[in-house]
């Protein structure tokens, strides 16, 4: 194989088991966004929004964000993020880490007015600050879950340049062929 083919491929083990990986991370934040609502069933923001529960929301994205930010350093320390498929994935990556710090705080700012609200002279100017804090959160979540499917999408179609090359392995590279025998009779 060429050498400059291996250096471009990312192993198909480490490649499994970052896919893996980022599925798993993926559905968490897809699930939170998909799960979590503020809104009742009529479209409104209910009376008794619990700030424990608003401000839980917070808490879950901000370490669902530090798994993903953890995750996209790792890979980013890898030889492999550097060649043409690894730094397209660590872009959707990169991608999935910024989109997924934002959700915290606009999940917090939610809780915030969710204090406020009984006290509130203007209960509609908080109900939707609320409601477009809270959307916007959910909307973060299934953004950086997008793109960890995108950088999922890249290792496969990446999983596909393994079929046409022969496993390469370092001792086939450094051990020489052993020598032919003779052919000449004595």
Do not use: C
Request: proline fraction near 6%; glycine fraction near 2%.
């Amino acid at each position: 194989m060429n050498p400059d083919i291996q250096r471009e491929l990312i192993p198909r083990d480490d490649t499994l088991q970052l896919i893996g990986a980022l599925d798993e991370m993926r559905a968490k934040l897809a699930g939170s966004a998909e799960q979590w609502h503020l809104l009742d069933d009529t479209g409104h923001v209910p009376a008794s929004a619990s700030y424990a529960d608003l401000i839980q929301h917070s808490e879950i994205a901000q370490s669902l964000a530090h798994g993903v930010v953890q995750m996209v350093a790792e890979f980013a320390r890898t030889p492999h993020s550097t060649n043409r498929a690894g730094s397209t994935v660590l872009t959707h990556l990169a991608t999935a880490a910024t989109m997924s710090s934002y959700a915290a705080p606009h999940f917090a700012d939610t809780a915030e007015a969710a204090l406020a609200l009984p006290q509130s002279r203007d209960n509609q100017f908080l109900e939707n600050r609320m409601a477009v804090h809270h959307a916007t959160a959910r909307a973060y979540l299934r953004r950086s879950s997008e793109s960890l499917r995108d950088a999922v999408k890249e290792l496969h179609a990446h999983l596909d340049l393994h079929r046409f090359f022969p496993t390469y392995t370092l001792q086939e590279a450094v051990t020489p062929p052993p020598p032919r025998p003779s052919t000449r009779h004595r």
